[in-house]
């Protein structure tokens, strides 16, 4: 069974520019999780998806951040315009789910974002 | 405020020692608490899981406690290993989805 994938794994962008990451979730996981660490600090959470509604978007940090499912697969985090302070390894992860119960959280390799 | 802390922030061993990793939560309400490894340019893997009514649960040369009364946990790691060398984050379960990570502890183990 393929592992939580993530594309790309480095990006290096100039302010201002626009950025897209990807995340393929352990197939049939309908739970898939984005959070960010930033340099020196703890994980944190950014958004969760239910299959292709977002459940919590609570964490994401303002409207340059976009997230989508489409389809309930893989999903997309775009950052329009990236800033100095949106740098960052962006990790997502998925789990399965049956009714209140969710299992496990795997995790994929993250994505480093440089914005200079 | 939901906080989960860990000390120490790093720590470096010999190959063979044994080492204790400690985690303080203030998260409510609780769910579970985990224990994750990382390896470097790798995502967080999971070690162990413990739920409120677990004392000590054991996955090969980690064991984690967890006193749920004091909300403290702790992950001892039993005749290090060099690949033991990685970041051991502390995860407290708030709820069905959330989830508060504590910054870790980067652990270096030397031959």
């Known amino acids: 069974e393929a592992g939580v994938t993530q594309f790309p794994s480095h990006s290096v962008i100039e302010k201002g520019q626009t950025v897209t990451l990807r995340c393929d979730p352990i197939s049939g996981h309908d739970n898939l999780y984005w959070y960010r660490r930033v340099m020196g600090k703890e994980i944190k959470f950014l958004l969760h998806?239910?299959?292709?509604?977002?459940?919590?978007e609570s964490g994401m940090p303002n409207n340059r951040f976009l997230a989508e499912r489409t389809g309930g697969t893989y999903s997309t985090l775009k950052v329009q315009p990236a800033e100095l302070e949106d740098s960052g390894v962006y990790f997502c992860?998925?789990?399965?789910?049956?009714?209140?119960?969710?299992?496990?959280?795997?995790f994929g390799p993250g994505t480093r974002l440089t914005v200079t | 405020k939901n906080q989960v802390e860990q000390s120490p922030q790093s720590l470096i061993i010999l190959e063979g020692k044994n080492c204790t990793l400690q985690?303080?939560?203030?998260?409510?309400?609780?769910?579970?608490l985990r224990w994750y490894k990382q390896d470097t340019g790798r995502g967080p893997v999971s070690l162990t899981i413990?739920?409120?009514?677990?004392n000590t649960k054991s996955n090969r040369r980690y064991t984690a406690t967890l006193d749920a009364d004091t909300k403290q946990s702790s992950l001892h790691i039993t005749a290090s290993q060099l690949s033991d060398s990685a970041s051991y984050i502390c995860?407290?379960?708030?709820?069905?989805?959330?989830?508060?990570f504590g910054t870790g502890t980067r652990l270096k183990v030397l031959a």
């Open positions: 998806f239910v299959k292709e509604s977002k459940q919590d």
């Open positions: 413990m739920t409120f009514s677990e």
């Open positions: 992860a998925s789990s399965r789910s049956a009714g209140t119960v969710s299992y496990e959280q795997y």
């Open positions: 985690c303080n939560y203030t998260v409510s309400p609780f769910s579970n």
């Open positions: 995860v407290v379960k708030t709820g069905t989805y959330k989830y508060i």
